[in-house]
Structure formats: structure tokens, C-alpha cells
T-cell receptor, first 116, second 115 residues
Framework: GAGVSQSPRYKVAKRGQDVALRCDPI?????LFWYQQALGQGPEFLTY????????KSGLPSDRFFAERPEGSVSTLKIQRTQQEDSAVYLC??????????????FGPGTRLTVL | KQEVTQIPAALSVPEGENLVLNCSFT??????LQWFRQDPGKGLTSLLL?????REQTSGRLNASLDKSSGRSTLYIAASQPGDSATYLC??????????????FGKGTRLSVIA
């Protein structure tokens, strides 16, 4: 079956522009995570959804970052007034998430954002 | 706060060698530990997932071990091949009351296997 997909794969933005990154999780997966991966670093957690509910947004670096999943399926990560430090790969992951055992997360290919 | 460290940061070996990648984590209260592979410009491919109650997992030429009490895991790659060249990431999932937590990643080990 289809895996997690993300679009666009690459995005170049001028500093100050707003961007929107899309994630299509695996069908039926309840949980959805966003991660940010800077060059040479491991991914770092941004935010987590269970269905349409955003249960944890503690990793969002500033109020310029906003995520939504209105129908509990597709999710969008929006970055307003982009800055150069926002340049990174943004990874989306989904998991089936029965209570126990904790299920593994399946990752999309990521969106590489470059802010000029 | 959980911290994950991977050693070495980079490794270059000739084809055919067996090798070990190391991962350590500071908080032993984890659900599981996962090893991923990341090719340049690509997403993450899950290699092995070890539940906290397990000691090791094997898949083909890969073997991952977990010593939760000491906060350590190793990924053993047998008979390395040039196609194994990639960055290998270790990640743990912490235990919290909510039961749903994100993965905490190390910075990865960049492996080059020379033909």
C-alpha cells in the first residue's frame, strides 16, 4: 500500500514569505508527528496529532509555526514570515497507535525548505 | 530530558568488514528503541525496532541489541557492502503517562563502505 507522502518535496522561499507543507499519512493511521531536521542533525519533534486533535505542540520553535489536521487525515504545517534558520528538512510520520504495544512510526520522504 | 548520543559520528570501512555502531541514551524509561537508515535527500527507513522487554532484533545482516539498564544499544552490520553507505539514526520513545510520545533521535553515524 501507499506510504506516507509529503509535498512539495522541495521549497525555496524568500525570507518573510509564508509556506505550507503537506503530509498525507498512511490511511487509517491515528497518530501523526512532524519533525524538523537541520543539516547534519537528527530529527527533532515539532508537534503531534491524534486524529484531528493536536495533543502536543511543545516542539514548535516559535508562534510563526502552526499545524493543523482538520479532518484527522491530511496535515499541513504552516510557517509564517520564514527566517533563514527555518531552513531544514521537515519530516512527517504516522502510526496506527493502538494503546499497547506502542507502534512504530512510518516516515515520509520529507520536504526540504530553503529560505534565502 | 532524554538525550541520545551516537558514536562515531562518521565511519569509513572497506567492503566486507563487520562493523558496530553505538547508541546511548540518558533515561532508561523507554517503550522502544529504533534504528533507521537515511540516504542523502531521502526520508527515514526503519531497520529494526526493539521493544523495551527485548534484548535484540535481527534482520538479514543487521543485528541490534538493547541494554536498557545501561542505556546502550548497538547496531551490528555483517559483511558490509557499498550499498550500506548511508546515515544510521538511533531513536528512543520515552514512557509518559499519556502513552504517546515522539521519538528522540541521535545525530546519526555517517557510514561509507568503500569497494
Amino acid at each position: 500500500g501507499a506510504g506516507v507522502s509529503q509535498s512539495p518535496r522541495y521549497k525555496v522561499a524568500k525570507r518573510g514569505q509564508d509556506v505550507a507543507l503537506r503530509c498525507d499519512p498512511i490511511s487509517g493511521h491515528v497518530s501523526l508527528f512532524w519533525y524538523q531536521q537541520a543539516l547534519g542533525q537528527g530529527p527533532e519533534f515539532l508537534t503531534y496529532f491524534q486524529n484531528e486533535a493536536q495533543l502536543d505542540k511543545s516542539g514548535l520553535p516559535s508562534d510563526r509555526f502552526f499545524a493543523e489536521r482538520p479532518e484527522g487525515s491530511v496535515s499541513t504545517l504552516k510557517i509564517q514570515r520564514t527566517q533563514q534558520e527555518d531552513s531544514a528538512v521537515y519530516l512527517c510520520a504516522s502510526s496506527l497507535e493502538t494503546p499497547f504495544p506502542i507502534n512504530e512510526q512510518f516516515f515520509g520522504p520529507g520536504t526540504r525548505l530553503t529560505v534565502l | 530530558k532524554q538525550e541520545v548520543t551516537q558514536i562515531p559520528a562518521a565511519l569509513s570501512v572497506p567492503e566486507g568488514e563487520n562493523l558496530v555502531l553505538n547508541c546511548s541514551f540518558t533515561d532508561s524509561a523507554i517503550y522502544n528503541l529504533q534504528w533507521f537508515r537515511q540516504d542523502p535527500g531521502k526520508g527515514l527507513t526503519s531497520l529494526l525496532l526493539i521493544q523495551s522487554s527485548q534484548r535484540e532484533q535481527t534482520s538479514g545482516r543487521l543485528n541490534a541489541s538493547l541494554d536498557k539498564s545501561s542505556g546502550r544499544s548497538t547496531l551490528y552490520i555483517a559483511a558490509s557492502q557499498p550499498g550500506d553507505s548511508a546515515t544510521y539514526l538511533c531513536a528512543v520513545r520515552d514512557i509518559t503517562g499519556s502513552g504517546n510520545t515522539p521519538l528522540v533521535f541521535g545525530k546519526g553515524t555517517r557510514l561509507s563502505v568503500i569497494a
